[in-house]
């Protein structure tokens, strides 16, 4: 196996890429493919299409692809960028995986704000950037059947997003393939709340349409306080 190559600045890119496309996040766009070409620890197909990806999240219509957005990694369990919702569901398992997850993160020295949850993949990538390259790599693979799940559902919705999880495979040291994708009930569907409850929402982390704020701060190891 190939050694791994510096590419910090691009998991970076590729967590910012699948964060909410608002006006702030689009602004940054062309600072991101001068990253990615800069860093060069893509190859030339992948990089490609992150920038075909990148035109027309630039050239869209704002409210066009924010709601494409949120139809894409809001509305199924396929596409969910909550990578445990891909192994665990609502499952007794995926509280634990959390927590394990969450402690991989402190231990490194980065904490999460409250709110956030680890398993969201801008966040997981955000962490990985701050690993060195081997380690960086052994992670990513870890998540490499998670990551194809997302990448050949992504795929079958003839995304571009497809990009940014092919060039996570690349990354880790994987390959990109295309895996059987099961039909699925939409998440607004089976989180649905019983009339009881008059359709209260109990959808989590962020209400659709709104922005998913990467909020990661460092822990000082010496005096444990965060900064």
């Known amino acids: 196996m ?7 600045g691009s998991l970076r890119v590729l967590a910012a890429l699948l964060g909410y496309p608002d006006a702030d996040m689009r602004r940054d766009l062309p600072e991101m493919r001068a990253i990615v070409r800069s860093e060069a620890a893509v190859s030339a197909t992948r990089c490609a299409e992150l920038e075909a990806l990148i035109d027309a999240l630039g050239s869209g219509d704002p409210l066009q692809v924010e709601a494409d957005y949120v139809d894409l990694f809001d509305r199924g369990r396929g596409t969910s960028l909550h990578l445990f919702e891909h192994v665990h569901g609502d499952s007794r398992e995926r509280g634990p995986a959390m927590i394990d997850l969450a402690r ?21 990538l ?31 919705r003839r995304s571009r997003y497809a990009s940014v999880v092919g060039a996570l495979l690349d990354l880790a040291g994987s390959k990109a393939q295309a895996v059987k994708v099961a039909a699925e009930q939409a998440l607004d569907e089976s989180w649905e709340e019983p009339p009881v409850f008059d359709g209260c929402s109990a959808q989590g982390q962020a ?11 460092r822990k000082n190891p010496q005096t444990g306080a965060v900064a």
């Open 207 to 217: 209400s659709p349409g709104q922005p998913q704020p990467i909020h990661l701060v």
């Open 126 to 156: 955000e962490f990985a950037s701050t690993q060195p390259p081997r380690e960086a790599r052994a992670f990513l693979d870890e998540m490499a059947h998670i990551l194809n799940a997302l990448f050949s559902a992504l795929q079958q």
């Open 104 to 124: 991989t993160y402190e231990k490194a020295g980065l904490l999460l704000a409250p709110g956030e949850l680890p398993d969201y993949l801008p966040v997981v």
């Open 2 to 8: 190939a050694k791994p190559v510096p590419a910090s």
